[in-house]
């Protein structure tokens, strides 16, 4: 089994930063991206960024120049620093993660369990 653990959601005010994390753990041989998502109330889940294991990464218009993702290879996390942010960038977000739990295996797709993300105005 493959567990994703997510940390780092809080309030904070408009303007200011929060950085976001995710561990991998359990039964993985190897991961071929990892990325962050978010959902609002009333709104379907959307992609916020990504980044491959060899660090090429994609980015939501909305979040380009505030939002940098990151990937630690030998801890298996991933990082999400939020700068700058917006009311609208409330949302509970998700962690997700492609990956192989044995070689020559399928990828599979797994999330974590979310964490809420809330910017005052």
């Known amino acids: 089994q493959v567990n994703l653990v997510e940390s780092g959601g809080d309030l904070v005010q408009a303007g200011g930063s929060l950085r976001l994390s995710c561990a991998a753990s359990g039964r993985i041989f190897s991961i071929n991206a990892m990325g962050w998502y978010r959902q609002a109330p009333g709104k379907q889940r959307e992609s916020v960024a990504a980044?491959?294991?060899?660090?090429?990464?994609n980015y939501a218009d909305s979040v380009k120049g505030r939002f940098t993702i990151s990937m630690d290879n030998t801890k298996n996390t991933v990082y999400l620093q939020m700068n700058n942010l917006k009311s609208e960038d409330s949302a509970v977000y998700y962690c997700n993660a492609e990956l192989r739990t044995q070689r020559g295996g399928r990828p599979y797709n797994f999330w974590g369990q979310g964490t809420q993300v809330t910017v005052s105005s």
């Open positions: 980044i491959t294991s060899g660090g090429r990464t």
